[in-house]
């Protein structure tokens, strides 16, 4: 099963890593990656009041959807479920969700990462940091290309 | 052809969406983000650095070369910082 | 907060992970892996019908532990919690869990990594499975050798 | 000295655990497998690859050349296949 949800609302990552694996004996590992808003990025600015997230409706869903297709072309997936929220977002809020299953670890802990790596640079998100002295756009670090980049 | 704009992008010319004819001439997506500079102070704020602006061609990821052909929608965005 | 369980019964991979990000504001990766117990290895084998784990208690958390110091002196994290079952499983039944929290998901992602495969090769625990035609001990894997050795 | 025995290692030796005196000339965790070896054929059969069969000594693992010391416990058991 290969889901893509974008939403506002909040997620329940065992009920979805639950859906992937129920009713199955042929799953052996189960990742998940859950991605949370923090309150602070840089050691000495002003903390974060909250986080809002702008997207290409459509846009996400299916370049979402290409990325799992790039996954399964690449490792021997059973089931994969990526959920990512838009609007506003507070300190210990979630934002994004990754699920993998496979036969076997190394399959799902590499898909795991591959999509969080190229959900980062490809998927049509852009984050708003909303801090008391001022609200900036965030802007895209050079080490998300480098993470994306590794996977050749 | 419509054309879509997020994040500072968006911001910067102060409008979500527009439908514009293309003018002659303009027959890329690097073509159509020069043109857009020309049409006012918001415009050119947004693409002062165009190696910074990204497209979206008909919702797939584009290059400033690709030809803009029959595509419907196209939309104009910073890097993305999703996830 | 870092745990180490060995247990007979089942665990609950959301209430773990909950428990490490309830009321935090600086955590911005969760990774969570479950191994399950699978029906089947190699195809065209007679089908698993339960594996029995067999452990050293006391080495297996003091083992599992020097694991846990040993990722933290490798990457920044804020959190992991391991659970490793003992006893008999049936297909779909979860085995181990591991959960890791960090600011940032690269260390989330590759502590998680890290504790499955030093775990594999290190952690005192023994699989018996059992099959309709023959009880057998697993062997161990050159591949878990391998994935261990990685991390020099 | 006491001495366990886990998965097939112990099935083979018929035992869970027991206590030794070390004879003498016995102070690495190879002797002490050497000598095992000849206690019968349960043992000879655990023993007969020695380089398969791991130890732990105290709880940690230990190489075949690591000295018992003084050690109280000692662990013999296959490749562990857990996770």
Redesign the interface.
């Known amino acids: 099963m290969f889901t893509v949800r974008i939403q506002s609302e909040d997620f329940?990552?065992?009920a979805e890593?639950a859906a992937l694996?129920r009713?199955?004996?042929?799953?052996?590992?189960?990742?998940?990656?859950?991605?949370?808003?923090?309150?602070?990025d840089a050691p000495g600015g002003a903390p974060l009041i909250a986080l809002t997230?702008?997207?290409?409706p459509?846009?996400a869903e299916?370049?979402i959807g290409r990325l799992i297709e790039e996954a399964r072309a690449r490792w021997p997936l059973l089931g994969a479920t990526v959920i990512?929220r838009f609007g506003r977002m507070e300190?210990?809020d979630n934002?994004?969700l990754v699920v993998t299953t496979s036969?076997h670890?190394?399959a799902?802990?590499e898909a795991?990462?591959f999509l969080?790596d190229w959900?980062?640079?490809?998927?049509?998100?852009?984050?708003?940091e909303e801090r008391a002295d001022e609200n900036s756009?965030?802007?895209?670090?050079d080490s998300?290309d480098e993470?994306a980049g590794r996977w050749g | 052809m419509k054309i879509l704009y997020f994040a500072w992008v968006r911001e910067r010319i102060g409008l979500e969406a527009e439908e514009i004819a293309l003018p002659e001439g303009v027959s890329t997506v690097a073509d159509l983000a020069a043109f857009l500079k020309t049409r006012g102070e918001g415009y050119a704020h947004a693409f002062e650095n165009p190696r910074v602006v990204r497209a979206a061609l008909d919702r797939r990821h584009a290059r400033p070369d690709t030809p803009l052909g029959a595509a419907r929608e196209i939309a104009f965005f910073p890097p993305m910082t999703g996830g």
């Not at chain 1, 756009?137 to 670090?141: D, L, M, S």
Request: charged share 20%; glycine share 10%; hydrophobic share 45%.
């Open positions: 329940d990552p065992a890593s694996t009713g199955r004996t042929d799953v052996g590992a189960v990742v998940t990656f859950t991605g949370l808003c923090r309150a602070q997230l702008e997207h290409y459509g846009m299916e370049e990512h300190p210990g934002i994004v036969a670890r190394g799902a802990f795991a990462e969080m959900l980062k640079t490809h998927a049509p998100f852009w984050k708003l756009w965030v802007p895209a670090k998300d993470a």
